[in-house]
């Protein structure tokens, strides 16, 4: 991706440079040979001073690599971001600065400075500062996720807790998820002795349950069945997220954005269309139904309402702000969709690999599963009996955080940290990968021991800045309930009703690519054979 961009750059350089020189009289010649020298002249004169305002005084910045001027050290960063990072911060220290266009980027790589930006001046640290693909998706980030720490943001953010996230709703929405989750383990049934692509399957199993919390809770008839969305939304959404990831030069440079060189913007223009088009289907069709009174859709018999239900009275509401639109319902249904779904497989996948490479901790999950569940099917209330279980995807979140670098946080106001100024406006990102990785945080921090989190003061509130797989602070994931419940309970279905191995052909490997969802480099494929002696369980 760099390389094509160096290329595009080269050639619009040569491009300009020819007619820059095209002259018809001396006049001319001199005057643009003049103007040619002095731009560079100009530029070096202004890098050179950057670097003494930047590395000296009271605007000391975090050290950090020298890049090239203008561009900065883009050209030299390379794709896997949090090991790069990480490799940096052993070499610059737990905190480092790097110009990248014209942003400046501060990453911070241990536990006290975790907890300088995420609780002791988490207000300060709570904006995001969007890239411009990613405005194009959230509706010109009016979502939760991306939003500034607004009073829109803390509406939204309440919302959706409450209305969709809590403790109380995801009770009332176990139907969806036991529904969903047996009719993965019957579809895995039905390919025993044949390949699996683990993350596929839970990729598929986790949209249909948001998508039946969002917009399916209706029993109608009239409703249709949205379940043609996971195919096509998994298409787009793997589209979105390598877009999302693409290093894009008008965010470095936003004089370029105009151009759009890469074609990033028009492409995710592409992808968004198709989304929206797929939302607005639902959303007309319900306010038809809505209208047409006959019956009540997005409400069980027993008054329970999905979320696309609550939000569309809501804004019909009298007293709904008047910010409040049909764009901001459909960026909150997108960001739950994506946010909860990706994270979710992608983990399954990687608890399934570490599980699969040590075959001692595949006994000890399976035989907690023989004592715990017995002959018959997991039910979500025997998740909190697993233990061990507990302990294997805490040490997978360790090891692969699926977030390594969180989501990137933007101060509102010029600070210090660590005797540092960090300008306001300034990109930060918080390295979990390194944290985790720690020798000094974790003994052998390489090995995959679960035993670790045995220990039950472990948890994902993010109050042990040790292990941040959910981040912390105001900025917290709100959908760690439900994460970690989906995760445990397709775990443990695959797990107890299934035997897992490798195909003959296949070698497990453990390398991974940087992404808003870091995943594993090539999928993991697994045969299934049964486990339980009684077919009627499948
Ligand atoms: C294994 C599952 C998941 C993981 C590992 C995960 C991880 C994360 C992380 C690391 C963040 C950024 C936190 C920060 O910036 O400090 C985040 C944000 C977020 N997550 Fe999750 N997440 C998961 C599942 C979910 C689910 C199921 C939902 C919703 C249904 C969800 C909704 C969100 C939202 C809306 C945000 C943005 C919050 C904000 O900026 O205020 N996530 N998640």
Same mark, same amino acid.
């Given at each position: 991706?760099?390389s ?5 750059i ?6 300009i ?9 001396k006049?001319?010649q001199?005057? #643009?040979?003049?103007l ?9 004169l ?9 590395t ?8 950090g ?5 203008v561009?900065g050290?883009l050209?030299f960063l ?5 090991e790069?990072?990480t490799?940096?911060?052993?070499k ?9 266009g014209c942003?400046? &980027?501060v990453v911070?790589?241990s536990i006290?400075? !975790?907890?300088?930006?995420a609780?002791d001046?988490? &207000?300060?640290?709570?904006?995001r ?9 959230t509706?010109?980030g009016v ?5 500034n720490?607004?009073? &829109?943001?803390?509406?939204m953010?309440k919302?959706? =807790?409450s ?9 009332a ?6 529904h969903e989750?047996r ?8 390919k025993i ?5 683990i ?14 919390m969002?917009?399916g ?6 409703? @249709?069945d ?8 998994r298409?787009?959404?793997d589209?979105i997220?390598?877009?999302l990831?693409?290093p894009?030069?008008?965010d470095?440079?936003p004089v370029l ?8 913007k028009?492409e995710?223009?592409k992808?968004f269309?198709?989304?929206?088009? %797929?939302?607005d289907?639902?959303?007309?069709e319900r306010i038809e139904?809505?209208?047409?009174k006959?019956k009540?859709?997005g ?5 329970? @309402?999905?979320?696309?239900?609550i939000?569309l ?6 007293d709904?702000p ?9 960026? +909150?249904?997108v960001?739950v969709?994506? !946010?909860?779904?990706d994270?979710?497989? /992608?983990?399954?996948e ?19 599963l023989?004592e715990?569940?017995?002959?018959k099917?997991v039910?979500?209330?025997d998740l ?6 507990? !302990? =294997?995807? @805490?040490? /997978? ?6 977030l390594?670098?969180l ?17 306001k406006? /300034? ?5 979990i990968?390194?944290i985790h990785?720690?020798p @000094?945080n974790w ?8 035993? #670790?989190f ?9 109050s ?7 981040g ?7 959908g760690?309930?439900?994460g970690?419940?989906?995760l445990?309970? %397709? +775990?443990?279905s695959l797990?107890?009703?299934?035997e897992?191995h490798l ?11 940087f992404g808003?969802? /870091?995943k594993?480099?090539?999928p ?12 009627s369980?499948?």
């Amino acid at each position: 991706m760099i390389s094509q961009l160096g290329y595009k750059i080269y050639l619009t350089t040569i491009t300009i440079w020819s007619w820059w020189w095209e002259v018809d009289n001396k006049l001319d010649q001199v005057a #643009r040979t003049i103007l040619t020298l002095s731009i560079p002249t100009l530029v070096l004169l202004w890098y050179k001073w950057m670097l003494t305002y930047t590395t000296k005084g009271k605007n000391r910045l975090p050290p950090g690599p020298y890049g090239l001027p203008v561009i900065g050290y883009l050209p030299f960063l390379g794709s896997n971001l949090h090991e790069r990072f990480t490799e940096m911060a052993k070499k610059y220290g737990p905190i480092f600065s790097l110009q990248l266009g014209c942003k400046l &980027h501060v990453v911070v790589n241990s536990i006290d400075l !975790a907890k300088v930006v995420a609780r002791d001046r988490d &207000h300060t640290f709570a904006n995001r500062s969007p890239p411009i693909a990613v405005l194009e998706v959230t509706y010109g980030g009016v979502d939760v996720a991306w939003s500034n720490n607004t009073a &829109h943001w803390r509406n939204m953010r309440k919302l959706l =807790v409450s209305q969709v996230l809590s403790s109380t709703n995801l009770t009332a929405g176990q139907s969806f998820r036991t529904h969903e989750v047996r009719k993965t383990v019957n579809e895995v049934y039905n390919k025993i002795g044949k390949k699996v692509d683990i993350n596929e399957i839970a990729f598929k199993t986790e949209v249909n349950v948001v998508t039946s919390m969002l917009w399916g809770r209706s029993k109608s008839s009239a409703v @249709k069945d949205y379940s043609c969305f996971e195919g096509e939304f998994r298409e787009v959404e793997d589209k979105i997220m390598a877009l999302l990831v693409a290093p894009n030069i008008s965010d470095f440079l936003p004089v370029l954005s105009w151009f759009d060189l890469q074609g990033i913007k028009r492409e995710m223009k592409k992808q968004f269309k198709y989304l929206d088009r %797929i939302l607005d289907t639902i959303i007309k069709e319900r306010i038809e139904e809505t209208s047409s009174k006959i019956k009540r859709p997005g409400v069980e018999e027993d008054g329970k @309402k999905d979320f696309l239900q609550i939000l569309l009275e809501l804004k019909d509401q009298k007293d709904c702000p008047k910010s409040f639109s049909i764009d901001h319902i459909k960026a +909150l249904l997108v960001d739950v969709v994506i !946010a909860a779904t990706d994270t979710t497989s /992608t983990m399954v996948e990687w608890v399934m690999t570490e599980i699969l490479h040590n075959p001692g901790v595949m006994k000890k999950v399976q035989d907690e599963l023989t004592e715990v569940i017995g002959v018959k099917i997991v039910e979500e209330s025997d998740l909190p009996k697993l233990t061990y279980l507990h !302990a =294997v995807v @805490k040490e /997978t979140f360790r090891l692969h955080p699926p977030l390594p670098l969180l989501i990137q946080r933007c101060p509102d106001e010029s600070c210090m940290i660590a005797g540092y100024t960090i300008p306001k406006g /300034t990109i930060m990102y918080m390295n979990i990968w390194a944290i985790h990785r720690d020798p @000094k945080n974790w003994p052998n921090p390489l090995e995959f021991k679960p035993e #670790r989190f045995l220990n039950s003061k472990w948890d994902y509130t993010g109050s042990n800045f040790k292990f941040l797989p959910f981040g912390s602070g105001r900025r917290i994931c709100p959908g760690i309930l439900l994460g970690e419940k989906m995760l445990m309970y %397709i +775990l443990a279905s695959l797990l107890h009703s299934f035997e897992w191995h490798l195909p003959k052909d296949e070698e497990l490997e453990l390398s991974d690519v940087f992404g808003l969802v /870091t995943k594993k480099k090539n999928p993991l494929i697994a045969i299934p054979s049964k486990r339980l002696s009684d077919a009627s369980l499948y």
